[in-house]
């Protein structure tokens, strides 16, 4: 009669002479570890992104589980680092499909898609995107985008400097047409064509300003003195300039 003999020593496997590898996908490397050195085996950690497996949970094993092993051999532990991290490309100034494609092609799905003014970036091209480009995000997140509507908004400029107001709607890309009137003094803008509304880009705007002069005060001119008559301070005198006296004949 054949006896076996087993290693009973607390701790320790039966005696034999292969070992087969364990399942321990979806462990932690912790719990993994100890499921191969309760068989007998030495876990080698090693990590992998993954888009199915959690973070830091096995994705798989080499040699895989059920393959038959010598005591004591190195076992690689397959750790999911979570989905793969990629860089967010630059999409800024391109067409809204020509950047769709752009992200889709580098992992990415897009995600809203809103509008916003912009004086100079033609309609439907992106202003920016939701994570910005630069740095990393999982493969599969989602980009939000920004794109041109194409417009500006008008403010009110009337009541202000006529240089203020020209400098405001320039600012924006807009056209100005200036219309004085000289019906008012000062530079003040009294009317503007188009109403605070939002407008195309480079629209043209009339503003009509005040651009009269100050006319200075005309002071009353003075009349002439009206000449003195030669006789009034000479009443003893006679036409000859000769003097009478009393008492000479004749």
Known sequence: MAYFVANLEPGKPPVSSS???PSVSGQTFDEAQATLERRGLKAVRDDEPSDDVDED????TVPGSGTSVARDQDI???VST???QIAVPDVQSQTQ??????LESAGFSVGAVSSDYSPTVPEGTVLSSDPASGGTQAKGSVVNLVVSNGKVQLPDVTQQPFDTARSTLAGLGLTVQPAPTYACTGTTVTQQSVPASDVAQG????????AGTAQPQ????????APSDPGADNGGTTGGGATLNQGDDG
């Open 19 to 21: 070992i087969k590898v």
């Open 57 to 60: 949970d096995v994705i798989r």
């Open 76 to 78: 690689r532990i397959v």
């Open 82 to 84: 979570g989905p793969e």
């Open 97 to 102: 499909d020509a950047a769709t494609k752009a």
């Open 203 to 210: 629209s043209s705007v009339t503003l009509t300003y005040c």
């Open 218 to 225: 005309r002071q009353p001119s003075r009349q002439p003195a």
